[in-house]
């Protein structure tokens, strides 16, 4: 009897064990199911924020996943419950991963402003569209132009004609070839024909080229062949990642060995612009203090190229000669209609030198040296910024500045971009 008891207490503590695991099963169940339920509700609110509710009229998607799985993740921003940050700044600062485990710094971007999509997004709807409900991509799809787009087999400069952009305003064949080469929103990039894009591939391409070709340059001259530029990570909607950057402003300069270090590699970037294996001058139209930032590791780079140009120097000047060009809704899509762009007839390497002379190089190293260096350095910038009659003269004065400024230039873990290779190197001396 003692036994049997026993039996039969065990088998009710087994049979209630049984029952506790299915009910916590069951409740883990409904946790998931309204965890998932969540999770979809935030990722809706967040194709909103993105702008991905408006592709195909945006950047890309090659990133959404990364988004959607929260491998890509805003400052602030740790789990699905919490708040988006403000939708009207045009960057924020986030954390991407490839594991979940190790986070590095980036820097989300949107194309333009909301603002002035929004405003872009009105002009389309109340322009050319008479219904109650407006589609963007159906309005921009009807274009002359992007019929063209749609039946064209290689980008041509006919097809960026009248674009608001000055990166495009006299581009050669061999600039858009590499474009299209390059284009690293589709999966089978590498050739010049258009043949692997899709609709879709074309119009987000040609959006983006009429908005900001900031995202197509990082893809065409990426920092890894020593371009520089941020890396670019992809896109999800009208927001595109790179690697995470600083303002030039924000940035601690007032110590002697940082700005002539920051200026020194101000004009290694000049230089480059215009002495490259690839034969492309990048001009600027007008330089200030948010057309470059830095990178963490204290590097700089070009963080604004709305206001930059680019000639290819493989090609006849003739070829410059553009006539008035026609206009339509892609032209006005970002500015003005018409735009207003900068002849490159006459773009001359010099034309760098001279801007950043007078509107760069006084607020890195004005008053920052002794007596005698400074005089130096302020009599160069004047004569510089005044009195560049052609390009090898202009090549001289970055020459002397940067001689001056070279001695200056510590050697330290402060300029993680240079170290320790600056120490080994002057041993080696």
């Known amino acids: 009897m003692g036994s049997t008891m026993c039996l039969l207490i065990l088998n009710i503590g087994h049979l209630y064990t049984i029952f506790f695991i299915v009910i916590m099963t069951k409740e883990n169940v409904e946790a998931t199911n309204s965890s998932v339920s969540k999770l ?12 991905l509710n408006k592709c195909n009229a945006c950047v890309g998607t090659s990133a959404c996943k990364k988004f959607f799985k929260e491998e890509i ?3 602030n921003w740790l789990a699905p419950h919490l708040r988006l940050p403000p939708p009207d700044l045009q960057s924020y600062s986030g954390n991407y991963s490839d594991d979940g485990e190790s986070w590095r710094p980036v820097e989300i971007s ?32 009807r274009t002359e132009r992007f019929q063209k787009w749609m039946v064209a087999k290689r980008l041509t400069p006919d097809l960026v004609q009248g674009l608001p952009v000055q990166f495009l305003r006299c581009p050669s064949q061999r600039l858009l070839d590499r474009i299209i080469r390059r284009y690293s929103e589709v ?44 890396k670019y990570l992809g896109s999800c909607g009208r927001m595109f990642l790179t690697t995470s950057t600083h303002e030039l402003t924000s940035f601690n300069i007032s110590g002697l060995d940082v ?5 020194y590699q101000l004009l290694q970037i000049i230089h480059h612009l215009s002495a490259n294996d690839l034969n492309y001058l990048f001009y600027f139209t007008s330089i200030d203090r948010t057309t470059f930032g830095i990178f963490n590791d204290g590097r700089l780079f070009i963080r604004d190229t709305s206001k930059m140009g680019i000639i290819d120097k493989q090609q006849e000047k003739s070829a410059y000669e553009r006539k008035n060009e026609d206009t339509d809704v892609f032209s006005c899509l970002s500015s ?24 760069l190089l006084p607020y890195l190293i004005e008053g920052k040296f002794p007596d005698s260096t400074q005089k130096k350095i302020d009599k160069l910038l004047d004569d510089c ?23 200056w230039r510590t050697c330290d873990a402060r300029f993680a971009y240079r170290y320790p290779d600056c120490k080994y190197n002057r041993l080696m001396r």
């Open 40 to 51: 979809k509700s935030s990722y809706n609110f967040g194709k909103s924020f993105l702008g």
């Open 73 to 75: 993740r805003f400052q």
């Open 110 to 141: 949107r194309l333009s402003s909301k603002r002035q999509h929004d405003l872009a997004d009105q002009k389309i709807c109340s322009n050319f569209n008479k219904r109650k409900t407006c589609s963007i991509e159906g309005i921009l799809r």
């Open 187 to 230: 999966f089978d990039a590498g050739s010049v024909y258009m043949a692997h894009l899709t609709d879709k591939d074309r119009m987000r391409l040609l959006y983006t080229l009429s908005i900001n070709i900031y995202p197509i340059v990082l893809q065409i001259f990426p920092v890894a062949e020593g371009w520089p530029f941020p």
């Open 259 to 263: 700005a002539a270090d920051v200026a």
């Open 336 to 359: 003005d209609c018409p735009p207003t762009l900068s002849s490159c007839a006459n773009i001359t390497e010099k034309q760098n030198i001279i801007l950043v002379c007078k509107d």
């Open 385 to 407: 910024s005044k009195n560049i009659v052609n390009d090898t003269e202009a090549q001289k004065y970055i020459n002397e500045l940067m001689e001056i400024l070279r001695p």
